[in-house]
């Protein structure tokens, strides 16, 4: 059973353009959420979180928004970067952090 | 290096094999998680460690997989008799100390092949 899903398993946009991926859960116990990127051969790297007491987040071009009624996040990438084609998964825990539930990710390509 | 290293980076093998994975953690980090990333696929949770022990081993797909940790610091993923649908990339990571637990570093991962 997958708590956590990425139902787009890539998308395609311009560079300049806004990037939107989303991630839906259905564990509503879950407390913390995160992005991570992934490039081929590497392990993913840690991009941006939320915790559920918040509803958006934002560090530079990259801004994540949390539904909590409707278990939903995105991750919006403003201007997106050929350098930013990567792999994006989310993830979801509890407070305890014993256990991470990640998505099946999204590949991401910046056309220059 | 400062951060989580695994090894080998390759390990081809053949069916009913043992293989041994290992995973050096960034210094400080009490919390290492293994998980596993199968061809198209999500990382799947395998065991969290706390320290040396393993309040959590939900993940392991059989009793031929098994994973210790020493010293609070390298863990080794052990999985006996391999099968061919163990092929995989096997991730290591790493969390806690002044950073906190909510942000994981992984290492690059071992890709695991069994022929």
Redesign the interface.
């Known amino acids: 059973d997958q708590q956590v899903k990425q139902n787009s398993p890539s998308l395609s946009v311009q560079e300049g353009r806004i990037s939107i991926l989303n991630c839906d859960y259905t564990n509503s116990m879950f407390d913390y959420f995160l992005w991570y990127k992934k490039y081929p051969a590497e392990g993913p790297t840690f991009l941006i979180s939320i915790s559920s007491i918040k509803d958006k987040n934002e560090d530079g071009r990259f801004t994540v928004f949390l539904n909590k009624s409707a278990k939903h996040l995105s991750l919006h990438i403003v201007p997106s970067q050929p350098g930013d084609s990567a792999v994006y998964f989310c993830a979801a825990s509890k407070y305890n952090f014993n256990k991470f539930y990640f998505g099946s990710g999204t590949k991401l390509n910046v056309k220059p | 290096g400062a951060g989580?290293s695994q090894s080998p980076s390759n390990k081809v093998t053949e069916k009913g094999k043992d293989v041994e994975l290992r995973c050096d953690p960034i210094s400080g980090h009490t919390?290492l998680?293994w998980?596993r990333q199968s061809l198209?696929?999500?990382?799947?949770?395998l065991i969290?460690f706390?320290g040396n022990s393993a309040?959590?081993k939900?993940?392991l797909p059989s009793d031929r997989f098994s994973a210790e940790r020493t010293g609070g610091s390298v863990s080794t993923l052990t999985i006996q008799r391999t099968q061919q649908e163990d092929s995989a990339v096997y991730?290591c990571?790493s969390?806690g100390g002044g950073a906190g637990?909510?942000?994981?570093?992984?290492?690059?991962?071992t890709r695991l092949l069994v022929l």
Do not use: I, M, N, R
């Open positions: 989580v919390a998680y998980y198209g696929q999500g990382l799947e949770f969290y706390q309040p959590d939900s993940g991730l990571a969390s637990y909510e942000t994981q570093y992984f290492g690059p991962g």
